[in-house]
């Protein structure tokens, strides 16, 4: 199993531009996590999906942040506009979710965005 | 809401030492607890799973265990080298009816050569 595979891994981009990250999940996993981490606010979650349906996106900062899960296999976290206050490591997690969640998280390696 | 706290932020030991970090959370209702590790500029590797039934994990020279009731769970390093220099991230499954792990500020650690 490869885990949980984000791209890409660095990313710098201006501000104003679109930025597009990209998840693939652990095969058999069926919710998937967004997180953001900077120095000041450690991880946050911003996002999650069961079945590929968005359960909780109460951590979405604002508009500009949106996130798809078009099957079970990709996600995507998109900003537009970007900003610099963007700038943050961004983590893609999946877990097996029954009903009784008794399954850890499996993290991917993250991608490092930076609005310049 | 549930809250997660680590202590010490930081902590330095020379190599060979056996260790313990503290994890506290304030929401006993909790499906499992994970612990993890975060290398510099690196993503998170999980350590050790333990669920609200079980009292400890050990995997080689970890062991952790859980104190449901009180709120606490401890990470023991034994024998510490320095790679296992990094920071380690407790966190928390919540039951609250959705799928979320609380996560606390982690404890970064050096051991010293």
């Known amino acids: 199993d490869a885990g949980v595979i984000q791209s890409p891994r660095h990313e710098v981009t201006e501000m104003g531009q679109e930025v597009t990250l990209r998840c693939k999940p652990i095969s058999g996993h069926n919710s998937l996590f967004w997180y953001r981490q900077t120095m000041m606010r450690g991880l946050e979650l911003l996002i999650y999906?069961?079945?590929?349906?968005?359960?909780?996106d109460s951590g979405m900062p604002e508009d500009r942040f949106s996130a798809k899960m078009p099957n079970a296999s990709f996600s995507t976290l998109k900003i537009q506009p970007s900003e610099p206050r963007d700038s943050a490591v961004y983590f893609c997690a999946s877990s097996y979710y029954s009903g009784y969640p008794n399954y850890g998280y499996t993290f991917g390696s993250g991608t490092r965005l930076t609005v310049v | 809401k549930q809250e997660v706290t680590q202590i010490p932020a930081a902590l330095s030991v020379p190599e060979g030492e056996n260790l313990v970090l503290n994890c506290s959370f304030t929401d006993s209702a909790i499906y499992n607890l994970q612990w993890f590790r975060q290398d510099p500029g690196k993503g998170l590797t999980s350590l050790l799973l333990?669920?609200?039934?079980?009292r400890e994990q050990t995997s080689g020279r970890l062991n952790a265990s859980l104190d449901k009731s009180s709120g606490r769970s401890t990470l023991y390093i034994a024998a510490s080298q320095p790679g296992d220099s990094a920071t380690y991230l407790c966190a928390v499954l919540h039951q609250t009816g959705a799928n979320n792990l609380f996560f606390g500020t982690g404890t970064r650690l050096t051991v010293i050569p």
């Open positions: 999906f069961n079945n590929n349906v968005p359960i909780d």
């Open positions: 333990i669920q609200s039934s079980q």
